[in-house]
């Protein structure tokens, strides 16, 4: 059963735009969303993350908005860059119990010069 | 330098054989996970450990198994009973924050 559903699986933007990457969750005990990106042959660095207690949050060109009622949160990168080419997941956990991340399928993104 | 090490990076296993994938963490967690990641599945939990001596099952698994003798190392061991077990495989760590930290992975294939 997938929890944590993401799109695009692909996403192809040119420098300077906006990239926007989708997720969608089910289980309502999620109370922690974090953003994870990853180059090729490397292991996921943390983005950015929130909880659901707020509605958006941003970190530089990062930003992400959360709605609770619809079960979705999505990442926003302003003004693209080449360098942000890399693979996206979205993720969720619950503070409490094992407080393993559930992992989306990931997004990947290729920013073109 | 404090993080997660993996080892070895690149691993080549004939059927049959089991191997064993290392992790050692110098970020003082208790928390310690292991996720595999397949193209176009994200990452999916194998086993995960919030204390020395104490593991549990993930999602997917049945065809390893697990040790935590020592807060700092999370041996994960491939058997042959794992069907399909060419992988890139990620070892963590979670300090009380819930942050993830992720070590560079082990890339296995089975010949």
Not at chain 2, 32 to 45: A, E, K, V
Request: net charge positive; proline share 5%; glycine share 10%.
């Amino acid at each position: 059963q997938q929890q944590v559903k993401q799109s695009p699986q692909s996403l192809i933007v040119q420098k300077g735009g906006i990239s926007i990457i989708n997720c969608a969750y089910e289980n309502t005990a999620f109370d922690y969303f974090p953003w994870y990106q990853q180059f090729p042959g490397k292991g996921p660095a943390l983005l950015i993350a929130i909880r659901p207690d707020v509605s958006e949050k941003k970190e530089g060109r990062f930003t992400i908005s959360f709605n609770k009622s619809a079960k979705q949160f999505s990442l926003h990168i302003m003004d693209s860059q080449p360098g942000d080419s890399a693979t996206y997941f979205c993720a969720a956990s619950i503070r409490t119990g094992r407080r393993a991340l559930t992992f989306g399928s990931g997004t990947r993104l290729q920013v073109q010069p | 330098d404090g993080g997660i090490t993996q080892s070895p990076k690149y691993l080549f296993r004939k059927e049959g054989q089991n191997v064993t994938l290392s992790c050692e963490q110098n970020l003082n967690h208790d928390a310690m996970y292991w996720y595999r990641q397949d193209p176009g599945q994200g990452l999916r939990l194998i086993y995960y450990s919030q204390i020395v001596n104490d593991f549990q099952k993930g999602d997917i698994a049945e065809g390893y198994s697990v040790s935590r003798e020592k807060k700092e190392s999370f041996p994960l061991t491939v058997t042959s009973a794992q069907k399909n077990p060419t992988a890139f495989y990620l070892c963590a760590s979670a300090g009380g924050g819930g942050e993830l930290f992720f070590g560079e992975g082990s890339r296995l294939t089975v010949l």
